[in-house]
Nanobody
Framework: QVQLVEFGGGLVQPGGSLRLSCAAS????????LGWFRQAPGKEREGVSC???????YYGDSVKGRFIISRDNAKNTVYLEMNSLKPEDTGVYYC????????????????????WGKGTPVTVSS
C-alpha cells in the first residue's frame, strides 16, 4: 500500500512562489510515477504535473514555464516548485501515484490514479 503525505501549502501573494513536497512510502516506490493534481473551488480535479519513474516530465498547459516537478527517490519524495503564482492556481493540491499507465495519460485522467494523498491547500491572493 502506497501512502502519500503532502506538505508546504499556504497563502501566497500573486506573483509569489511556493514549494510543495510529498513524502511517499510503500512497496517498490521507485517504479511508480508520481505527480500532482489540484482542485479549485467548484471545479473538476485536474492534473498539474507528473514525473515518471525514469524522470520523464509532464506539465499541464496552464502551468508550463511556471511550475517545476522533481523527485528524489533516495528520500521517497516528490516536489512541486510553483513560481509566478496566479489567483487561478488556488486550490487543494493532491500528491498522486500510479504504475499501470504512461505518464501523459496518468496526468490527464484522474481515473488512472492508483493512490491519492489527502491534499494541501494553496491560496493565491493579495
Amino acid at each position: 500500500q502506497v501512502q502519500l503525505v503532502e506538505f508546504g501549502g499556504g497563502l501566497v501573494q500573486p506573483g509569489g512562489s511556493l514549494r510543495l513536497s510529498c513524502a511517499a512510502s510503500g512497496p517498490i516506490l521507485d517504479y511508480y510515477h508520481l505527480g500532482w493534481f489540484r482542485q479549485a473551488p467548484g471545479k473538476e480535479r485536474e492534473g498539474v504535473s507528473c514525473i515518471s519513474s525514469n524522470n520523464i516530465l509532464y506539465y499541464g498547459d496552464s502551468v508550463k514555464g511556471r511550475f517545476i516537478i522533481s523527485r528524489d527517490n533516495a528520500k521517497n519524495t516528490v516536489y512541486l516548485e510553483m513560481n509566478s503564482l496566479k489567483p487561478e492556481d488556488t486550490g487543494v493540491y493532491y500528491c498522486v501515484a500510479a504504475s499501470l499507465t504512461a505518464i501523459r495519460p496518468m496526468c490527464r485522467s484522474k481515473s488512472l490514479i492508483e493512490y491519492w494523498g489527502k491534499g494541501t491547500p494553496v491560496t493565491v491572493s493579495s
